[in-house]
């Protein structure tokens, strides 16, 4: 196990740098370059100070020579300062150390994504199993129908729907940010509440769009293991149906789920951009939306990198619940 981890950890390294590779030329290729951003508000500016902060940000020169620069700091793991106003430091804008671990960029997102990834495996595997137990009956009709309406709706503008009526019409809960503005002066028992009630919304509209892949995927792995013959021989054996389709089957029928989950957590980023930018949370995915919009190259970079180690890493970890789930491949 040890050394099969350790092999797949260095294959990953030559992976990282040809996704970089990519992501950055990619980006280059878009129109426009920052210092146009940053002139346009300036309409005063001369076409020497344009170059100078070219020059000052190393963008006369070539595309390949720019990567190679990006790449020496990123071995010492500095992402370089961002091209907006600020200049600031990129890690410093995603792990702010001067605020609060619950308000930092990074661990927001992650907060989200986790919760969001814990409540769907939480109710998509059980609806998954009792449908194919109960396969073409009411209950698996029922939840086959709202699963779909909610694959095929789409994410923002259901939650524009929910935002309108439980956040104006009946004003139960917020519908921006993560906290209130008299967060400060609320009781501890307050301030939870009010990081919970915000929490609500997003972390259900992005629970609810996985609930419909996550559950269909469960349910059709379930139906072709359930008919394989070593089920049928623990029925005849006289064991409980629960232990034929807890202990013998789910197992079994797991693998195809934990591939499904390993590849969707690089996904997790690109569904924060949407959740953060409607519900106006200060998050890393709604960082990267800003960026793309003011062409910060530092910022981006430093996001997409963070993607394609959690695409690696999801990969990676896919391959090690395969192990744990199944015998056989751990004994390959």
Known sequence: ???????????????LIGITLISFFIIHLAPGKP????????????????ERLEKYYGLDKPVIVQYGMWLRRIVKLDFGESFSSDRRPVMQKLWDRKQPLIDRRLFITFMLNVLSMVIILLISIPIGITSATHRNSLYDRITTTTVFIGFAMPSFWFALLLMMLFGIHLGWLPISGLKSMNYAVLSPAGQVWDRVSHLILPVFIASF??????????RSSM???????????????????????YRHA???????????????????????????????????????????MTRDYPMIMCVLT???????????????????????????
Not at 8 to 14: G, K, N, S, W
Not at 35 to 50: C, G, H, Q
Not at 306 to 331: E, H, S
């Open 209 to 218: 769009g996985g609930l419909a892949g996550d559950s269909r995927y469960m």
């Open 1 to 15: 196990m040890l050394k099969y981890l350790l092999k797949r950890l260095f294959q990953m390294v030559p992976t």
């Open 250 to 292: 789910l197992r079994n029928a797991l693998l195809p789920l934990i591939t499904l989950v390993g590849l969707s957590i690089p996904g997790l980023i690109g569904g924060s951009v949407i959740m953060e930018s409607v519900f106006g949370i200060p998050g890393m995915g709604q960082l990267l939306f800003m960026s793309v």
């Open 223 to 245: 139906l072709e293991v359930i008919r394989q013959d070593y089920i049928t021989v623990a029925r005849a054996k006289g064991l409980t149906e629960k232990v034929v389709i």
């Open 306 to 332: 963070i993607g394609a180690v959690l695409t690696l890493v999801g990969n990676l970890l896919a391959d090690l619940g395969y192990m744990l789930a199944d015998p056989r491949i751990r004994n390959q």
């Open 35 to 50: 210092t146009d951003v940053l002139a346009d508000f300036n309409p005063k500016i001369t076409p020497e100070a344009r």
